[in-house]
Nanobody, 118 residues
């Protein structure tokens, strides 16, 4: 079965850290461009970070630059989002989009909730 699954979300205090995982099944994630998005009630979907394929160039949203790191583990077929210095405004549901760079076909997961609160 071809799909992606996000995990690693949770409840954390401001200033804390979390690592999200986007694990692919049925395809090789290193050949797909993977984007992390987040969705917050009342706000538009926000691009958080991208890791491109081919290659591994990365792009970050302005609000997370310097705090978040996107990376890929080809052995585990997983893309990670390391989130540091978390802020209340980072709260939301985080989704990963794995997109074939040629066909542009994409796989989405169900998302993982991140809540930053004191």
């Amino acid at each position: 079965q071809v799909h992606v699954v996000e995990s690693g979300g949770g409840l954390v205090q401001p200033g804390g850290s979390l690592r999200l995982s986007c694990t692919a099944s049925g395809f090789t994630v290193s050949t797909y461009t993977v984007t992390w998005y987040r969705r917050t009630p009342g706000k538009a979907r926000e691009l958080v970070a991208v890791i491109h394929a081919p290659g591994s160039s990365t792009v970050y949203g302005d609000s997370v630059t310097g705090r978040f790191i996107i990376s890929r583990d080809n052995v585990k077929n997983t893309v990670y989002l390391e989130m540091n210095s978390l802020k209340v405004e980072d709260t939301g549901v985080y989704y990963c989009d794995a997109r074939d760079p040629i066909t542009l076909y994409a796989y989405w997961g169900q998302g993982t909730q991140v809540t930053v609160t004191s």
